[in-house]
């Protein structure tokens, strides 16, 4: 069974530009987690969608946003991209919120170098 | 918001020995899981809990899910090279319209072989 994918793996973009990362859950699974991973820090919650929806969200600045589509698959969009947004982009999928346990299953995330 | 203060940052250990690190938190959590993250790679679960008291194994990790609610432990036994990698504390809030999981900020574990 596959499981999170994650594209692009790596990418380079300018202060000012636009990125869309795009993320592939887990077959079954219905909710989508976006998290921030800056060097040295934790995991910082970005985005939460479930059955199509934008379910929560964490304290980033409306340029992050982003959509799940039918087939649960989901894009983060950043517009105005800042040098403070290089990080790794980590993509996580469960069960919807009804049926969750609280586990997470990651993808292997997108490393996005602002210059 | 919500925080989770975990410790160690960072741990040298030589192989064989045992590990252990916690997480403690200023409001109560519904699950608490513990994952890692190798280099180059997402987070992977390794144990999760659910009930207060809860002590969970999984080969040589053992995790706690603290009776207030409030704290969590993971010890490891009998350090090996491949445990090397970060390890995250996660929270679960009461779920619903305002479920997330909030991480602590990881433990650095690198084994001296």
């Known amino acids: 069974e596959a499981g999170v994918t994650q594209s692009p793996t790596h990418l380079i973009k300018t202060r000012g530009q636009q990125v869309t990362l795009r993320c592939s859950p887990i077959?079954?699974?219905?909710?989508v987690y976006w998290y921030q991973q800056a060097l040295g820090l934790g995991l910082q919650f970005l985005l939460w969608y479930d059955e199509g929806e934008e379910r929560n969200r964490g304290n980033f600045p409306p340029r992050f946003s982003g959509r799940q589509f039918p087939n649960y698959s989901s894009e983060l969009n950043v517009n105005a991209l800042e040098l403070e947004d290089s990080a790794l982009y980590l993509c996580?999928?469960?069960?919807?919120?009804?049926?969750?346990?609280?586990?997470?299953?990651f993808g292997e995330g997108s490393r996005l170098t602002v210059l | 918001g919500q925080q989770l203060n975990q410790s160690p940052q960072s741990m040298f250990i030589q192989e064989g020995e045992d590990v252990s690190m916690n997480c403690t938190s200023s409001?109560?959590?519904?699950?608490w899981l513990w994952y890692k993250q190798d280099p180059g790679e997402g987070p992977v679960l390794l144990i999760a809990?659910?009930?207060?008291?809860e002590l969970t194994s999984n080969g040589r990790l053992t995790a706690q899910f603290g009776i207030t609610r409030k704290d969590s432990f993971l010890n490891i036994s009998a350090s090996i090279p491949s445990d090397v990698g970060i390890y995250f504390c996660?929270?679960?809030?009461?779920?619903?319209?305002?479920?997330?999981?909030?991480f602590g900020k990881g433990t650095l574990l690198t084994v001296n072989p």
């Open positions: 996580a999928s469960s069960l919807s919120w009804g049926a969750n346990t609280g586990e997470l299953f």
């Open positions: 809990l659910y009930k207060a008291g």
């Open positions: 077959s079954g699974h219905t909710s």
């Open positions: 409001s109560i959590f519904n699950t």
């Open positions: 996660a929270g679960q809030d009461s779920g619903g319209s305002n479920y997330k999981l909030t």
